[in-house]
């Protein structure tokens, strides 16, 4: 291929005589793209996904002005990223264009020039190369630029891309674990970042003041910070470099800076990382496989092929329904406000939602439970045990409070209960004890109606029951009559809804 490169070198001096370069180096391509398979099958496919992209963006963000959530959906970081990659891809192509266009002009500038030394005689030679030249140069210099800058804005630009990819691997489990394993980790390493800034910045500082006169790596602050963070991540300096002067002075500062940051504060990290890591890939399991994931995915793509391109024989072979994007199954349950979501009620937030979704949401959630008990037993299981315990209990209190048991404290502070003479063998004995249980019986049930009615929903039954009537059919030797369940009219709200 033929190249045109240019060279740009920088001469800088410091107070004590020293000479430093800057080298820099810029080459472009004469050639045309149209003989690169690759570019040419490839760039169109880049372009044509920009511009779906250019289409899909504004139409989510003109969906979500409608809804009133503009604001909260620009605020994303996901979606703030989408929009940066989408700026981002459209300058590439508006500077890559002209850059094209600089590089021909520049291609055909050579080539004049070329077909002037050819022609023209040796008595010109000279002027040819004083005003030809230079006009060759100023034209290579602004293509060069150009194409600079293009350089960097496309490896920005790949950059921009592995986060979306990161953002775009999250529906699988194992595929996100990086980024699982940061985000769990975020709060440490934000701490940790605060004291390693300070610490490093002093070395940087002290190694440009105690070495900078005598070694060039150290003569400026960037230097002195690049050559500290390159000990740090490779382990190797030069000893002798380092001791030349002021041996005692130097081997405090190399020996306290490798033991403080290159071994202290790196492994620090790295134990931050490995226990975020554990946990992350305790709660993944071994059912989150990428096949399962291409299946779940497939099934979710002829699901809303045959809902909403088919229409209604197409939606009865989709299971029983369509499939409901996650994007807004979590603002629902967001907007319910419950601590625990059952099937029932994703059922009655959606009626079209498709049962195979329903049970596919529900046994991830359940593997993932399991999987966090068996692997991460050491934090997990006593939270898991606790809160089975407290939920038997509270079933147990609203059952004795339904059969007409009357719970009591005991001193260790777990509840026992009593027959109370409802449904009990025991009645009370005079007037004023039987006035003295029932306000103890009404102050336990202002206490425990939370319990009562936790205990009900769980049940999957609420009893209702007048407790005038059944003390009245007590004393007239009739007996208790049972409680019932009052029936809710077909359009009533579900109970769950706060």
Not at 339 to 363: G, H, R
Not at 389 to 406: A, F, R
């Amino acid at each position: 291929k033929e190249m045109l490169s240019q060279v740009k070198i920088v001469f800088g001096f410091n107070r004590g005589g020293d000479i430093f370069t800057k080298v820099t180096i810029i080459t472009i391509v004469l050639d045309s793209l149209m003989g690169d398979t690759a570019s040419m099958v490839l760039a169109p496919i880049w372009i044509l996904c920009l511009m779906l992209f250019s289409f899909v963006l504004p139409a989510r963000a003109l969906s979500r002005w409608r809804e009133r959530r503009l604001i909260s959906h620009l605020l994303r970081v996901s979606n703030l990223l989408q929009w940066a990659i989408l700026v981002c891809g459209w300058i590439i192509l508006l500077m890559f264009t002209v850059e094209r266009f600089q590089i021909s002009d520049v291609k055909n500038a050579v080539d004049q020039y070329r077909d002037l030394r050819l022609e023209a005689a040796e008595e010109r030679l000279e002027q040819i190369e004083t005003d030809v030249v230079l006009d060759l140069a100023k034209r290579a210099s602004r293509a060069c630029t150009i194409s600079m800058w293009v350089q960097i804005w496309i490896a920005d630009y790949h950059i921009l891309m592995i986060f979306r990819f990161f953002l775009a691997i999250r529906g699988q489990p194992r595929l996100a674990t990086v980024l699982n394993t940061i985000r769990k980790a975020s709060v440490d390493l934000l701490h940790l970042l605060l004291v390693t800034i300070i610490i490093f910045f002093a070395y940087a500082i002290s190694g440009h003041i105690l070495f900078g006169k005598r070694m060039e790596e150290f003569s400026t602050f960037n230097g002195a910070f690049a050559d500290c963070f390159e000990i740090v991540m490779e382990r190797e300096y030069d000893w002798d470099k380092f001791t030349e002067q002021d041996l005692w002075t130097s081997t405090l500062w190399v020996w306290s800076f490798l033991l403080l940051v290159a071994l202290v504060l790196v492994n620090i990290f790295l134990a931050i990382m490995f226990d975020s890591y554990g946990d992350v890939r305790a709660s993944v399991g071994n059912g989150a496989s990428l096949w399962l994931t291409t299946q779940h995915l497939l099934r979710q793509v002829s699901n809303h092929l045959a809902v909403n391109w088919f229409g209604e024989v197409g939606a009865r072979d989709a299971q029983e329904g369509r499939w409901i994007p996650n994007w807004e199954l979590i603002h629902a349950f967001k907007r319910i406000h419950c601590e625990a979501i059952t099937p029932t009620m994703v059922k009655d937030l959606f009626p079209d939602i498709s049962s195979k979704q329903v049970s596919y949401i529900f046994d991830l959630a359940r593997a993932r439970l399991e999987n966090m008990v068996v692997r991460n037993t050491k934090k997990t299981l006593p939270e898991v045990v606790a809160s089975i315990l407290l939920g038997v209990e509270k079933m147990q209190v609203g059952l004795d409070l339904m059969e007409g048991v009357e719970p009591t404290a005991t001193g260790d502070g777990v509840g026992s209960s009593r027959p109370t003479g409802v449904l009990g063998s025991q009645a009370p004995a005079t007037p004023e004890a039987a006035t003295s249980r029932a306000g103890v019986r009404s102050a336990w049930s202002l206490r425990t109606a939370a319990a009562t009615a936790d205990a009900a929903a769980a049940s999957g039954s609420v009893a209702s029951r007048d407790e005038a009537e059944p003390r009245g059919r007590e004393e007239a030797g009739a007996g208790p009559r049972p409680a019932t369940a009052p029936a809710a009219p077909p359009d009533a709200a579900p109970r769950w809804v706060k």
